[in-house]
Each structure stands twice: as C-alpha cells, then as structure tokens.
C-alpha cells in the first residue's frame, strides 16, 4: 500500500517551454503533498508544500510564479515549471501525506528534468 | 526542525549488521524520528519511525537511547541492495520532512 506515483519520469524540454509534472497518491488519500528539488550529489530540498484545495506555501527562494503548484483533489498534485531554463534542469520529488497523526511520507520515485 | 547530524559515510560488509547513528540532541518531547533512504536516482524510501520505544519491522530496527538524544538505524542483515543514502529526520510537525546530507551507506561484497 501507500503508493505515489510520479509522471512522467524524465522528460527533456527545451529552454522557454513549460513542463507539467504529475504526482498521483494511488491507494490513498492526502491531505497534503510536498515537492522537493534535488541537485546532483546533493540532498532533496523541500520547495513547496500543498493542501488540497488552497493555495501552496513556497520555501524560501523558491518563485511561486515560476513553479506553479495545483493540488486540485486529495490524490493529485501538479507543478508546472513554467518558462523552464537550463538551470532549472534537476530531480523533482513529490511525497505525499496521508493525514494520520505521525505517519510518515510516501515520495514518489521522481522526474528527471532537463532543460536544453 | 530539531538538527540532526549523521556521519557522511559508511562502509559495511555483505551479510552483517549495518548500524547508522544519527544524533537528535534537540529533540523535543513528542517528535518522532524517521529513517528514510534513498537509492541512487529513486525516489526516498521510507523505513521505520519512532517515538522512544524501540521499533522493529521487516526492513530494520531503530534504536532510541533513553534520553532521546540520539538513534541506531540496524539493518541486520546488509545487502548489496542496501547500499544507499540513509537520512534520519526529525520533523517539525508530523509531515514536514527536510532532508539533510544523510549518511552514504555502502555494501561490500
């Protein structure tokens, strides 16, 4: 159980263009989702955090109009990365959370962006 | 987020128990410690989560001392399909992970 399924899991695109990244809670529903960026050799950061149906909260430095988060219903998140630039090329991770007290994160198994 | 600091690497061999330490002193009365890895280019999987009891399950065990301050992550079994970053996180409420450089565990056959 408890299974997160992540898509598309790579994708290339070119500069300029914008990019939709799925992430889907299978067999259960979650109250909320996180994305996590994450740069080769280097440690997953928490970009964004997102309950369904409000607006999500952003990390520090992280542009909310750059990356477009929609948690539209408990088992679906979207982030768009819009006006994708090559520095934008990086692992994206979601996980999402199931609303019981202490129970943990659920991640998917990420996309490859890169940005030509 | 109560600071947690693992060593940057480990070595273990095939076949034996594989113990990663990870140091909460921070820690608050009613935080749980989480264990989660990641295998390269995978998503992080998680393992075990704690609160001051030990805790066993298929994957491994984890070990609290007494006072909370610090952990053991045992695989007891390692594979070389264990090998890994392993990340040991604290989190400030329930489900806001944050990740830090986790401990790079590598099997040896």
Same mark, same amino acid.
Not at chain 2, 59 to 84: G, N, Q
């Given at each position: 159980?408890?299974?997160?399924?992540?898509?598309?899991?790579?994708?290339?695109?070119?500069?300029?263009?914008?990019?939709?990244?799925?992430?889907?809670?299978?067999?259960?529903?979650?109250?909320?989702?996180?994305?996590?960026?994450?740069?080769?050799?280097?440690?997953?950061?928490?970009?964004?955090?997102?309950?369904?149906?409000?607006?999500?909260?952003?990390?520090?430095?992280? #542009?909310?109009?750059? &990356?477009? *988060?929609?948690? =539209?219903?408990?088992? $679906?998140?979207?982030?768009?990365?819009?006006?994708?630039?090559? #520095?934008?090329?990086? &692992?994206? *991770?979601?996980? =999402?959370?199931?609303? $019981?007290?202490?129970?943990?994160?659920?991640?998917?198994?990420?996309?490859?962006?890169?940005?030509? | 987020?109560?600071?947690?600091?693992?060593?940057?690497?480990?070595?273990?061999?095939?076949?034996?128990?594989?113990?990663?330490?990870?140091?909460?002193?921070?820690?608050?009365?009613?935080?749980?410690?989480?264990?989660?890895?990641?295998?390269?280019?995978?998503?992080?999987?998680?393992?075990?989560?704690?609160?001051?009891?030990?805790?066993?399950?298929?994957?491994?065990?984890?070990?609290?001392?007494?006072?909370?301050?610090?952990?053991?992550?045992?695989?007891?079994?390692?594979?070389?399909?264990?090998?890994?970053?392993?990340?040991?996180?604290?989190?400030?409420?329930?489900?806001?992970?944050?990740?830090?450089?986790?401990?790079?565990?590598?099997?040896?056959?």
């Amino acid at each position: 159980g408890a299974v997160v399924s992540q898509h598309p899991s790579w994708v290339i695109c070119k500069s300029g263009t914008s990019v939709k990244i799925e992430c889907r809670s299978l067999d259960f529903q979650a109250t909320t989702m996180f994305w996590y960026r994450q740069f080769p050799k280097q440690s997953l950061m928490l970009m964004a955090t997102s309950n369904e149906g409000s607006k999500a909260t952003y990390e520090q430095g992280v #542009e909310k109009d750059k &990356f477009l *988060i929609n948690h =539209a219903s408990l088992t $679906l998140s979207t982030l768009t990365v819009t006006s994708a630039h090559p #520095e934008d090329s990086s &692992f994206y *991770i979601c996980s =999402a959370y199931p609303g $019981l007290d202490n129970s943990p994160l659920h991640f998917g198994n990420g996309t490859r962006l890169t940005v030509t | 987020d109560a600071k947690t600091t693992q060593p940057p690497s480990m070595d273990c061999a095939e076949g034996r128990a594989a113990n990663l330490p990870c140091n909460h002193s921070t820690i608050s009365g009613n935080e749980y410690v989480y264990w989660y890895r990641q295998i390269h280019s995978q998503g992080p999987q998680y393992i075990i989560h704690g609160l001051k009891n030990n805790e066993t399950n298929e994957m491994a065990s984890l070990i609290i001392t007494e006072d909370r301050k610090s952990s053991t992550l045992i695989l007891p079994h390692a594979t070389l399909r264990d090998t890994a970053v392993y990340y040991c996180i604290v989190p400030r409420y329930n489900n806001d992970m944050r990740f830090g450089a986790g401990t790079r565990l590598t099997v040896k056959p």
